[in-house]
């Protein structure tokens, strides 16, 4: 079974994965580019990487309309549960577990990671997701380039979703070095275009990253689609 990935804008991801509706970092309302409803959505499973306003997005809402189960840092996972949600699971990074649908560990990402209301959010992450026929996915998250995104493109990766828009994160050029580090067999930039402070020319990136790598790109607009 191939994952299904839809990018809804910024860093919010929806992932079908052998049925399971999975929604990742779901930033849906103040998102200028949401391509979903955060009122109608679906989600079994929601995902964070970290505990920032533009992650957390609509978690605590989506979870409670649909008891859909959050997976995120401990500090993250505690935080959400605190506000009435009452399927939480927390982690720590390379503690790999097996949620049937798919294996899922946290990597470590550099960055921070507040609470909407402040409160600390333990170290922000990167996801790793292992479907059961052995596909990954590793979802950057908000963070700068690091040297041992290496040892995450041992694993063979089939997917990377990266930020591109820079002054938070990884822009352009750093993007750019970590398709090189990682060397997935496809790439998806997001995180970029959603604010006036990260805009980035994703056609320019595409077109570096096809001239310099054997790693495909892949562009999609808010709401489009493909299948890994
Ligand atoms: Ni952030
Ligand atoms: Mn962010």
Known sequence: MSVKVTWLGHAALALEIDGTKVLVDPFLTGNPLAAADPDTIEAD???????HGDHVGDTVAIARRTGAKVIANNEVSIWIANQGVKDT????????????FARIALTIAFHSS?????????EPNG?????KEGKKLYLAGDTSLFSDMRLIGEKRIDLAVLPIGGNYTMGPDEALQAVKFIHPNAVLPIHYNTFPVIQADVVDWA?????ETPSKVIVVDPGGSFEV
Do not use: C, E, W
């Open 45 to 51: 499973v929601i995902l964070l990487t970290h505990g």
């Open 89 to 100: 699971h927390g982690m720590n990074p390379d503690g790999a577990y097996d949620f049937g």
């Open 114 to 122: 507040s609470m909407p209301d402040g409160s600390y959010g333990g």
């Open 127 to 131: 996801i790793l997701i292992t479907t």
């Open 207 to 211: 077109r570096r990253v096809h001239n």
